[in-house]
């Protein structure tokens, strides 16, 4: 058990070596990319189209912040099979481990990326409450549940199907316009809410919002309580998945 | 009292290449409607094996005869279609020259990464971490990023990180392909080393001397069965027979190769006289010739003769063949013999490579391929 931890964490280590390139600088980018598409988005969406909407910076901030946790890390889990192909025809090593490992670094960059968040919200001298805290954390939690299930599933079924990140990147470009991260659900028709509800980001998306900057947010358990087991069966049928490609795909690496 | 490592039963690995391989989501679209026809592989067909632990293997083959489809299953990386495989140890493999590295890491990131894949605790690591480099001979390159590292230089830290794991089993597929003649020589005895030690190596080379010298049991595949699994010696008499192409539907095996001091069991010096001895197995032809040679621990032919043009007539019911040499100039180092045998429309019915080894000892300080026996005459 020891040894599975020294491993998950060399391999996380690795991770930022490669990624970073060992630089600080490289590190400062990282955190610097949802900034500037913040600093874009909020330009061009409270400046030039002048959406009346209180807090919109900070809602948008948060969301960005959320979205790229989201994006980067589904991305990274994809990839993260293929990026070792190297070691893993080479020494045999539980599938799951890389891919943990793989998630572990996007969710340091998010941490990290929460306190630029808090830095912004002393500036807008917004202060949540500890309850705004507790669900933060879950909802963030369950993004996390997303990418770990994704990318245990998706994988090895890139190393099958190498079109699978072309795909993974259109879906990304056209969840990030269908959930309320640039508009609040408001300003969408109510027929076409379905269309939004689809992605999972956006039920995470609309709480956390809703939980911080709607003041009487009255919090209700049932469609809670639906959205969790769905992402409960959908993180389950993911291992079913992870289960019957990880044992065969090797061969195709 | 021999101790089973490995137990591995009726396994075998069915490969299909199809004749247009699906990589993609959109090609497997596509591809819905049509038959997907391929080409099936027997990579190893309904083997059986048990290694003991102590043991070091020595696998032969011609390519595609199943040996590194066997490492990859016993590494864990492939999983037999069907038959079980137990094993009662760590392995450390070293497959397809390499432990896997990322090219964009260097030398001490890779070594740390690979450690810790196989096995080797953090403080294990930095205390070998020198001794990994040094046995690579890599001091210098320590902090360089192993992509613009040579092929040699990779393979060298490959083998260094995979010997220097604690493991009970090692599988090493083709080391002996890489590095120069005194790197072969420092992995293969450092392998023999371990098996001293009682580990168990599986070696899978197509250097047969060096199989001939070190292991302790040979197995030969082809078309992914095992077709011999004995002595070295034997096994490579058999291989040597199966892979050149013999016309005699004859089955002849040189057996009981014994190469020793003419007249005693004393240890072999420069100037001695040896005799070779051997025995014939099988369906022996009325009429048969010998070839002898004498090679050197490289594979060189340093001698060779024949009963054909020594116009020596032999008889093909002996027990016993003996070739004796008389005062051998050989120098102090390690030595082979190959006997093969012809019928009477010169076809080679049977050879035996790297017989012996014999060695010749201690080493004088003379200079030369050879070492004759002298006398100064100038005093």
Redesign the interface.
Known sequence: MTQTGALIKQLVKTDFKLRYNSSVLGYAWSLLKPLLIFTILNFVFSKIFGVENPNYSLRLLTSIILWTFFSEGTTTGLHSIMNKAGILTKIKLPLWIVVFSSTIHIVITFVLNLIILGLFFVLYSFVPTLEDFLFFTIYSFCIYIIILGFSLAAAPLYVKYRDLHQIWEVLLLGGFYAAPIIYPMQLIPTEFHWLLQINPMTFILQHVQAVLFVDDFKFSIVPNFIYFGVLLLGFLTCIVIYRKYSQTILEEL | MTQKIITVQNISKK?KIPHTK?????D?IFSLFSTKTYEEFHALDDISLEINKGEFIGIVGKNGSGKSTLLKIL?????PDSGKISINGS?S?F??L????????TAR?NI???G????I??TELKNKFDDIISFAELEKFVDTKVKTFSSGMYARLAFSVAIHADADIYLMDEVLAVGDISFQKRCIETLHSYKNKGKTIILVSHDLSQIKQHASRAILFENGKIVADDSPERVLSTYVQHSQIFESEHQLLITNVAIHKKDSSDELSTGDDISISWSLEGAIPHEIDFIIAIQDDNGAVLFATNTIHDTVTADPSLTTYTFDLKKVPLRGGIYFAEISVIDKQFRKVASIPYAGPFSISPPRKTRGSVDILYNWNVT
């Open positions: 490969f699906i990589t993609s989501l959109r497997e590494a864990g990386i492939y999983s392995i493999p497959l397809e390499g432990v896997g590295f990322n090219g964009d890491l990131e740390f990464l690979n810790t894949i196989l096995g605790e953090e």
